[in-house]
């Protein structure tokens, strides 16, 4: 499985960006698709997730209503549309992939099998 995590970059406060995730090397119907994100110093935390198949999704309490996570199933992307930005959202955004998670799984990082490179995503105030 490869993950291709870009889209990140620096913009100001309020403003919006747009994260992709290319996957390839599998069928990925069975699995739950992840944002995850790390700044300097702080752990890394749970952002949002989608399962392939149903299209069910989940978020962090601190990006609800900001963030929405999407996939194409026919071009195998993952996206993570990101608006009213902050500068707390600062940080390296991880796309991640694992298979069939139970919801109780969704939200910790030891749970994802798959992680891309990872982008930087810079919140100027």
């Known amino acids: 499985v490869q993950l291709q995590a870009s889209g990140g970059g620096l913009v100001q406060a309020g403003g919006s960006l747009r994260l992709s995730c290319a996957a390839s090397g599998r069928t990925f119907s069975d699995y739950v698709m992840g944002w995850f994100r790390q700044a300097p110093g702080k752990e890394r935390e749970f952002v949002a997730a989608?399962?392939?198949?149903?299209?069910?999704?989940y978020y962090a309490d601190s990006v609800k209503g900001r963030f929405t996570i999407s996939r194409d199933n026919a071009k195998n992307m993952v996206y993570l549309q990101m608006s009213s930005l902050k500068p707390e959202d600062t940080a390296v955004y991880y796309c991640?992939?694992?298979?069939?998670?139970?919801?109780?799984?969704?939200?910790?990082?030891?749970?994802?099998?798959?992680w891309g490179q990872g982008t930087q995503v810079t919140v100027s105030s």
């Open positions: 991640t992939a694992a298979l069939r998670l139970i919801v109780s799984m969704i939200r910790l990082p030891s749970s994802y099998h798959y």
């Open positions: 989608i399962r392939w198949n149903a299209g069910s999704t």
